[in-house]
């Protein structure tokens, strides 16, 4: 098999990735928040094996890395010094801006990401997979709809990335629909 991207870039994410989210949860459990980032890297992996001309590297360390700015004390030049300004940039992407007001977040996101190559726009479908499970319980039915409508938002925008990741997102917002009722 022709790997289009090496364990051992996917490795040195991991770690790095694991050490910066260590003691972090996912929200609403007490799973590790590193299997957040394991998941959104397997849907990316899984994309790259029916997507021609993509850079793997590029597309698993932005996974494995996409919630290091955004969610720890690492900074944009640590990505850059580690891993390269293109990562780097692709991470800096996929970060909200906690500046803006909540609901003027998800646009500017997608915009910085349409500005970047098609596989950070990968890593931003498989986020939004990877987190279209069971909302927590404390979220209301407002919240749980909000968020389905931005993954949705997400679908529109950045289905052109992958047909195999747009595909996977339209089923889970599909399947999403039942936490509305």
């Not at 957040?36 to 890395?65: K, P, R, W, Y």
């Not at 499970?133 to 979220?139: G, K």
């Amino acid at each position: 098999m022709n790997l289009n991207w090496s364990q051992e870039k996917y490795i040195k994410a991991y770690k790095f990735a694991a050490i910066a989210h260590q003691g972090q949860t996912i929200p609403g459990s007490e799973t590790p928040y590193i299997m957040h980032l394991s998941f959104v890297a397997m849907e990316v992996i899984a994309a790259l094996s029916t997507e021609q001309n993509c850079d793997g590297d590029l597309a698993v360390q932005a996974a494995i890395l996409h919630d290091t700015i955004e969610d720890t004390n690492t900074s944009f030049a640590q990505i850059s010094d580690e891993f390269g300004e293109v990562v780097a940039q692709g991470v800096l992407a996929l970060t909200k801006d906690n500046s803006l007001e909540k609901s003027l977040q998800i646009e500017d996101t997608l915009r910085r990401i349409q500005e970047q190559p098609k596989e950070i726009w990968m890593v931003k479908l498989a986020d939004r997979i990877s987190n279209l499970q069971a909302p927590p319980h404390y979220w209301t039915k407002e919240k749980i709809n909000k968020y389905r409508d931005e993954g949705i938002l997400i679908y529109e925008t950045l289905k052109g990335a992958s047909n195999f990741l747009a595909s996977r997102l339209n089923h889970k917002i599909e399947v999403y629909q039942k936490f509305l009722l």
